[in-house]
């Protein structure tokens, strides 16, 4: 796992309009918090902590700065505008490298499954899975191989392999992928209309009565 320096100066002030000022300054307004440390309310460059999420991730181990103060520290919630696609709000937890953390992990399929060039329809359930490991040994992603999956035929959790030392905390029957037949899915839009047809002669039929 990729470790980063980042630097954070100490807030002087809170609430909606404190935080918009320093926002307008390029700033993001945070919090550090974790075991043994009191939190601390910072902010940091805007543009520094996009190029770390877009570089490494949201799991990226970072020794966080604060006015000389040196901390490794997770990303553990980023919020966003959704509109402006712009960091409004981080938060910094503090982490030992020696004890397990829970994170979650994006998951890849990989491979081209039998069941597609037979006509199948990839349903990509699961993206991302939750797992404890050492701070040091997060993956970035985790790949799923599904080339062998066949039409009908899915992979769970319990299916994927992971390297010594980290534990999936999903429960094992989740499914993470399976390919579907298009015919089940064209079964159930004539099953649909079938029970429509019905209902359309009926309401038909009764006009006619009211006419006469």
């Known amino acids: 796992m990729e470790q980063v320096q980042l630097a954070a100066d100490l807030r002087e002030g809170l609430g909606k309009g404190y935080a918009r000022r320093i926002r307008n300054q390029g700033m993001v307004p945070g919090v550090l918090y974790g075991k043994d440390i009191e939190n601390r309310q910072i902010m940091v460059d805007r ?6 999420l877009k570089n ?3 799991n990226v181990l970072i020794d966080l700065n604060v ?3 040196t901390n490794t520290v997770i990303l553990r919630e980023v919020q966003k505008d959704v509109i402006k696609d712009e960091i409004l709000h981080v938060d910094f937890f ?3 490298l020696k004890d397990k953390i829970e994170v979650t992990v994006p998951l890849v399929l990989k491979g081209d499954p039998v069941g597609i060039k037979e006509g199948g329809v990839l349903q990509h359930q699961l993206r991302e899975i ?4 050492l701070p040091t040994e997060i993956p970035e992603v985790i790949e799923v191989d599904i080339s062998n999956l066949n039409v009908g035929e899915g992979i769970t959790v ?4 992971v390297p ?3 534990e999936i905390v999903n429960e094992p ?3 993470i992928a399976l390919i579907v037949a298009p015919r089940i899915e064209t079964e159930a839009e004539a099953e649909a209309e079938e029970e429509e047809e019905p209902e359309l002669v009926k309401e038909a039929g009764k006009k006619e009565e009211e006419e006469e």
């Open 47 to 52: 543009r520094k902590l996009s190029r770390i």
């Open 56 to 58: 490494y991730g949201h």
């Open 67 to 69: 006015n000389g103060e």
């Open 94 to 96: 503090k982490i030992s």
């Open 130 to 133: 939750t797992i404890e490991a």
């Open 158 to 161: 319990k299916d994927i392999n």
């Open 164 to 166: 010594e030392g980290i």
């Open 173 to 175: 029957e989740e499914i």
